[in-house]
């Protein structure tokens, strides 16, 4: 089994097209929604764990591709600005994944793309605006 | 065997001056004693990076052909208003000033991505900011528009100066209400689900000096990279509140002044800060020396972060309503553990004031004085203390 966390944004004409459950149906991946906005006439976006077998995971892409779909990983969506960040520790009790951690020997802070779920908390309360998220 | 500054000063221009930081005086003095550590340290360093609003910076600027009087008259530095009530070319500003029409702080919390703050960064990084100005046009000083580029380069002075900073002690905030709170100690989830603190504790200037015995009016200190002074006590400058019995204080007590040459500062130590839904700010960068006169000092930087502690105060209704209720008292070994206990329920933590950032001023200011760049003043007058009127 392989995990991947991606984008994956509908031109406007797929809005009404039930690709998830295509997804689920007939390439047997288990779908965690962690966020989405769907703009009617504009867009959709989803971030989702995509679960599933390697093989099945590569024609689930392949199908989405031909759909027009357009899916990419993750971590473009959220940036991290190391020069940025102090340091403060403000974000460390926000943040639900440990995504941002804090090493409390060096107290310094770190952030592991992987763990984010793009839950956005993060963003307001950084005083140095260390933290973008494109979503 | 009690020493002098000027003593110390020999040493530290003899490059042999030894200087520790705040955080590693403890251990040495734990291992050594007392008496044995106070003969052989000279100086130990502080410091602190958090943010501070009562910041800002004065300017002087180049005149123009013909002249302009901006006192008196309208200025803004990159659309943020600047004070303008002095002489001709002398303006001030203040690091929580914002753009009078910034459609992004319109909205509800309101993001402050741009103010004061963030002008003065950018002034430190080199950058060209936009000065416009309108006047009321004098016999002396005609010119009544200005709109044009300027840089720190293009100033004749340029001084940074802190009516308030390195608060001695700060509270700790929650929000005990049901809906999210914007605040200058950061955005507070309800229902007590964060704590945040803003204190390098241990490391903290005044923290390791409780009763002022070494800082004074006119302590030479590290400020935002350079070279800089405390110039007076700071505004709410309050040494009577209840103390430790290693006379700490128990709640925000002291402050400093602070005054020092913009020109020589950097920007990776004066940082714009932007705390949504409540305004701009500064982060400055502070370290001051401590020299080692006598045990009594050195005792008193051996203080460590467990030795400290705090007042949970709930910014939801206790702070805005004036109300001097404190939910408790935690420390700051606790608050840097990641957990506090108020009441039944474990509290989250987070810090608005860099302990890393800190470190690394102490760091660096302690390579300073050990490289002989930096010698000790001696302060010209004390800062009040807790039997002092003031």
Redesign the interface.
């Known amino acids: 089994m392989k995990k991947r966390k991606v984008v994956i944004t509908f031109p406007p004409h797929l809005i009404n097209e039930p690709v998830s459950y295509h997804l689920i149906k007939d390439y047997d991946l288990r779908i965690n929604i962690l966020k989405a906005r769907v703009v009617p006439r504009e867009e959709g976006r989803l971030v989702v764990e995509l679960n599933g077998k390697g093989q099945s995971l590569k024609e689930a892409e392949d199908y989405l591709a031909g759909l027009g779909v357009r899916i990419e990983p993750l971590a473009q969506e959220v940036k991290f600005l190391k020069d940025r960040c102090?340091?403060?520790?403000?974000?460390?009790?926000?943040c639900p994944t440990e995504a941002l951690s804090?090493d409390?020997k060096?107290?310094?802070v770190d952030f592991h793309n992987d763990k984010c779920i793009v839950c956005g908390l993060c963003v307001?309360?950084c005083?140095?605006?260390a933290i973008e998220v494109m979503f | 065997m009690a020493k002098t500054i000027a003593e110390i000063n020999q040493k530290i221009k003899e490059g042999k001056a030894v200087v520790v930081t705040a955080e590693e005086i403890i251990d040495i003095t734990r291992d050594r004693g007392i008496k044995d550590t106070a003969q052989k340290i000279d100086v130990v360093t502080t410091g602190t990076?958090?943010?501070m609003c009562s910041s800002g910076a004065y300017f002087n600027l180049k005149q123009t052909k013909p002249k302009i009087k901006l006192g008196g008259g309208r200025t803004c530095f990159n659309d943020v208003p600047v004070y303008a009530g002095f002489a001709a070319a002398d303006v001030l500003l203040g690091a929580t000033a914002i753009p009078d029409d910034d459609p992004r702080n319109k909205v509800y919390?309101g993001?402050f991505?741009y103010g004061g703050g963030h002008v003065i960064e950018d002034l430190i990084a080199g950058k060209e900011i936009r000065l416009k100005g309108t006047a009321h046009g004098t016999d002396c000083y005609p010119q009544k528009e200005i709109d044009t580029l300027i840089s720190l380069k293009t100033m004749n002075e340029a001084v940074l100066f802190n009516p308030r900073n390195a608060y001695q002690n700060y509270n700790v905030a929650v929000n005990l209400s049901n809906r999210v709170i914007y605040t200058y100690m950061?955005?507070l989830?309800p229902n007590l689900?964060?704590?945040?603190y803003c204190s390098a504790g241990q490391l903290s200037p005044l923290l390791n000096d409780p009763l002022y015995k070494t800082i004074g009016i006119g302590t030479r200190i590290f400020l935002g990279g350079g070279e800089g002074y405390v110039a007076w006590p700071g505004t709410q400058h309050n040494p009577t509140l209840p103390r430790t019995k290693g006379d700490v204080p128990r709640s925000p007590a002291g402050t400093l002044a602070l005054i020092g040459n913009l020109k020589g500062m950097s920007p990776q130590w004066i940082?714009g800060?932007?705390?949504?839904?409540y305004g701009v700010?500064l982060?400055v960068g502070i370290g001051v020396p401590i020299p080692i006169l006598d045990e009594k000092i050195l005792k008193y930087t051996t203080v460590k972060d467990r030795d400290i502690c705090a007042q949970v105060i709930d910014y939801s209704e206790a702070y805005p309503q004036g109300k001097p209720e404190s939910m408790g008292e935690v420390n700051y070994a606790q608050l840097?553990?990641?957990k506090i206990k108020i009441g039944g329920n474990e509290?989250?933590?987070?810090?608005?004031?860099?302990?890393?950032?800190a470190?690394e001023i102490a760091g660096i200011l302690k390579n300073w004085i050990k490289e002989g760049k930096f010698v000790l003043t001696e302060p010209v007058a004390k800062l009040p203390g807790p039997d002092d009127t003031f």
């Open positions: 102090t340091s403060c520790t403000v974000c460390i009790p926000l804090l409390r060096q107290m310094l307001p309360a005083p140095f605006r | 990076f958090g943010p919390p993001k991505k950061g955005v989830q689900r964060n704590a945040n940082r800060v932007s705390m949504t839904g700010s982060a840097k553990s990641g509290v989250p933590t987070g810090g608005l004031s860099s302990y890393a950032k470190r």
